[in-house]
C-alpha cells in the first residue's frame, strides 16, 4: 500500500476592522467572515469581548477532492477493469459448456452408429 503525502501550503489572509470601538471606547457590534482556502474564519463581538471561530471541516473534503482529481483516470481504469473482470468470469465458461455439450453428443452418436453397424449388443447381467 503506498502512501499519499499531501502538503497544504500556508495562506495568509488579512482582514483590517477599521474603527472597532465607538467613541466612548466600547467595541462595537462586529460579524464578519473570511474565507480561507481550507474553510472560513467568523469574528464576532460578544460585549466588550472579540469571539473568534475557525471552521476547518471542510478539510477532509478538501482531502477527498484533491485524492479524486489527481486519481479520477485511474479511477475509471479500475472500475472499467472491474466490469470486465466480471463479464470474463461468465462467458468463458458458457463456450466451454456448450462445446463439451456438443462433443459428449457427437460421440454417443457415433458410438450408436458403431454398434448399429457391427449390430453389436450388450447384454446386461
Given at each position: 500500500?503506498?502512501?499519499?503525502?499531501?502538503?497544504l501550503?500556508?495562506?495568509?489572509?488579512?482582514?483590517?476592522?477599521?474603527?472597532?470601538?465607538?467613541?466612548?471606547?466600547?467595541?462595537?457590534v462586529?460579524?464578519?467572515?473570511?474565507?480561507?482556502?481550507?474553510?472560513?474564519?467568523?469574528?464576532?463581538?460578544?460585549?466588550?469581548?472579540?469571539?473568534?471561530?475557525?471552521?476547518?471541516?471542510s478539510?477532509?473534503?478538501l482531502?477527498?477532492?484533491?485524492?479524486?482529481?489527481?486519481?479520477?483516470s485511474?479511477?475509471?481504469?479500475?472500475?472499467?477493469?472491474?466490469?470486465?473482470?466480471?463479464?470474463?468470469?461468465?462467458?468463458?465458461?458458457n463456450?466451454?459448456k456448450?462445446?463439451?455439450?456438443?462433443?459428449i453428443?457427437?460421440?454417443?452418436?457415433?458410438?450408436?452408429?458403431?454398434?448399429?453397424?457391427?449390430?453389436?449388443?450388450?447384454?446386461?447381467l
Open positions: 500500500m503506498e502512501r499519499e503525502k499531501i502538503v501550503l500556508p495562506s495568509i489572509n488579512t482582514d483590517v476592522i477599521n474603527s472597532p470601538c465607538d467613541s466612548t471606547g466600547k467595541l462595537k462586529i460579524e464578519r467572515t473570511i474565507k480561507i482556502p481550507y474553510g472560513e474564519v467568523k469574528v464576532n463581538s460578544n460585549g466588550d469581548n472579540l469571539k473568534i471561530q475557525v471552521n476547518t471541516d478539510i477532509s473534503s482531502y477527498e477532492k484533491v485524492y479524486r482529481e489527481r486519481n479520477s485511474q479511477l475509471t481504469e479500475i472500475n472499467e477493469l472491474r466490469i470486465e473482470n466480471e463479464k470474463l468470469k461468465i462467458t468463458p465458461f463456450w466451454w456448450w462445446i463439451g455439450y456438443l462433443s453428443g457427437l460421440n454417443i452418436v457415433l458410438i450408436l452408429k458403431y454398434l448399429i453397424k457391427y449390430k453389436l449388443s450388450f447384454k446386461i
